[in-house]
C-alpha cells in the first residue's frame, strides 16, 4: 500500500530558529494536509494543499504540495514555544470508495535543553 | 456540537472483554473516520464511513473490530474479547464528504488493555 516518508522524525528547536520537515511518497496524492498534535488531543489541519506546485502560508507556516505530487515540506519561521508538537503529513486521493488519509509517522518537535 | 466529540476519553479493560468506543461527528458532516494510533506511531486508518454505508473496510485489523453508523450521524467501534496490542488511541474524525473536504479529529478515546 501507499507509505510516505516523514523526516526527521523528531528536533529541538531553539525559540526564534526556523524548522523545516518533509514528506515523500511511494506514490502520487490529489491533496497534501499537514496537521499538528499536541498531547491528549487529535490532530489539528494547519495547512490543506490541492495542486501540485502550490505554495501555502498560513502565519509563520508555509507548506508547498511537491511538482511530482510526491512529496511535500513545511517550514516554521522563527519557531515560539508552543510550536513544540507533533507534526503530521498525510495525503489523500479523493473520489471513488478510497476516502481515508495515509500518515507520516510524525516529526517530533521539542525545545532544546 | 462545535467539534468532533469521542467518548469514552479513557477506558480500561481486560484482555477478553468487548469495548465499545462512540464517536459524534460535526453536525452535516456526511463522512466519518476511525484511525488508530499506536504510542510513538502515525495514524493508521480502520473504516470509513460515507452516510450509513462503509464503502472502504480495508483498515479494520481483524474481525473481532467492526463498526457501525446510524442515522448518518454516530458511529460505534467495536472491539470484541480485546486483547493486549489492541492498546492505542481510537481517533474519530468527520468531513462534508465533499472531494476536498477537511477531516477535522476528535481528541481520542485511550484504550489500555491488561
Known amino acids: 500500500g501507499q507509505q510516505l516518508n516523514q523526516s526527521p522524525q523528531s528536533m529541538f528547536i531553539q525559540e526564534g530558529e526556523d524548522v523545516s520537515m518533509n514528506c515523500t511518497s511511494s506514490?502520487?496524492?490529489?491533496?497534501w494536509l499537514w496537521y499538528k498534535q499536541d498531547p491528549g488531543e487529535g490532530p489539528v489541519l494547519l495547512i490543506a494543499?490541492?495542486?501540485?506546485?502550490e505554495l501555502t502560508s498560513n502565519g509563520r507556516l508555509t507548506a508547498q504540495f511537491g511538482i511530482t505530487r510526491k512529496d511535500s515540506f513545511l517550514n516554521i519561521s522563527a519557531s515560539i514555544p508552543s510550536d513544540v508538537g507533533i507534526y503530521f503529513c498525510?495525503?489523500?486521493?479523493?473520489?471513488?470508495?478510497?476516502?481515508?488519509?495515509?500518515f507520516g509517522k510524525g516529526t517530533k518537535l521539542s525545545v532544546k535543553p | 456540537g462545535a467539534g468532533v466529540s469521542q467518548s469514552p476519553s479513557n477506558k480500561v479493560t481486560e484482555k477478553g472483554k468487548d469495548v465499545e468506543l462512540r464517536c459524534d461527528p460535526i453536525?452535516?458532516?456526511?463522512?466519518l473516520y476511525w484511525y488508530r494510533q499506536s504510542l510513538g506511531q502515525g495514524l493508521e486508518f480502520l473504516i470509513y464511513?460515507?452516510?450509513?454505508?462503509?464503502?472502504?473496510k480495508s483498515g479494520l485489523p481483524s474481525d473481532r473490530f467492526s463498526a457501525e453508523r446510524t442515522g448518518g450521524s454516530v458511529s460505534t467501534l467495536t472491539i470484541q474479547r480485546t486483547q493486549q496490542e489492541d492498546s492505542a488511541v481510537y481517533l474519530c474524525?468527520?468531513?462534508?464528504?465533499?472531494?476536498?473536504?477537511?477531516?477535522?479529529f476528535g481528541p481520542g478515546t485511550r484504550l489500555l488493555v491488561l
Open positions: 474524525a468527520s468531513s462534508s464528504g465533499s472531494p476536498s473536504g477537511t477531516q477535522y
Open positions: 506514490s502520487i496524492f490529489n491533496t
Open positions: 494543499l490541492y495542486k501540485a506546485g
Open positions: 498525510a495525503g489523500y486521493n479523493y473520489g471513488g470508495s478510497q476516502g481515508n488519509l495515509i
Open positions: 453536525s452535516g458532516h456526511t463522512a
Open positions: 464511513f460515507q452516510g450509513n454505508s462503509a464503502p472502504d
